[in-house]
Nanobody, 111 residues
Framework: QVQLVESGGGLVQPGGSLRLSCAASGSIFRVYVVDWYRQPPGKRRELVAA???????DYADSVKGRFTISRDNAKNTVYLQINSLRPEDTAVYYC?????WGQGTQVTVSS
């Protein structure tokens, strides 16, 4: 059983940065691919980034160059660094691993 808890969201001005965290329980977390998704208001959930157990990362085209996913297996935590935030990045951000989901963290980009 894997439990995931996201944190780090908030209200930020356009151009700002945030670092989201996804903390997992369970020592086998390190063997899983971990995904970050987001769901903007009124829209479908979309995959924005993924990281393999070895640290290889993939990104949606819409976030390449601004988002960086990383993981610290010793801390059972995956991070999503978000730079140059835009209003269209406003969404609830979720992490997912092994079919499990966190509760999400709200990111709001507004001046």
């Amino acid at each position: 059983q894997v439990q995931l808890v996201e944190s780090g969201g908030g209200l930020v001005q356009p151009g700002g940065s945030l670092r989201l965290s996804c903390a997992a329980s369970g020592s086998i977390f390190r063997v899983y691919v971990v995904d970050w998704y987001r769901q903007p208001p009124g829209k479908r959930r979309e995959l924005v980034a993924a990281i393999s157990p070895g640290g290889s990362a993939d990104y949606a085209d819409s976030v390449k160059g601004r988002f960086t996913i990383s993981r610290d297996n010793a801390k059972n935590t995956v991070y999503l660094q978000i730079n140059s935030l835009r209003p269209e990045d406003t969404a609830v951000y979720y992490c997912s691993a092994a079919g499990h989901w966190g509760q999400g963290t709200q990111v709001t980009v507004s001046s």
